[in-house]
């Protein structure tokens, strides 16, 4: 993936994050409410934890998709040169003829 789409991915992977953070505080909120409005209200502290562990997660990716992000462009081998430039130069001396020879099929 480019640079752009670790981008697109960070931004995306934020508002989610936000989202979930929200949502695990409204969580919170109505679990305080419906422990005091009844007495032996539900416990959801394992709800909260697995909300916990999956905000976690989405951080730790986010995390990584930006530093993938803002990585120095890595240089690929393809791009390198593989042959040195002196037999350039002589096939740019040498006839139309000779240039063409190595694609003879030799019986």
Do not use: N
């Amino acid at each position: 993936m480019s640079r752009a789409s670790y981008f697109i991915v960070v931004v995306v992977l934020g508002v989610v994050a936000v989202f979930w953070w929200f949502a695990k505080w409204f969580l919170v909120v109505g679990s305080a409410m419906e422990k005091d409005s009844a007495p032996g209200g539900a416990d959801v502290s394992g709800v909260l934890v697995f909300w916990g562990v999956i905000f976690v997660g989405i951080l730790l990716c986010l995390l990584w998709c930006l530093a993938r992000a803002f990585s120095p462009v890595r240089r690929d081998s393809v791009s390198l040169p593989t042959q040195p430039s002196q037999p350039q130069e002589s096939q740019k001396l040498a006839t139309p003829d000779e240039m063409l020879a190595h694609l003879v099929k030799k019986p």
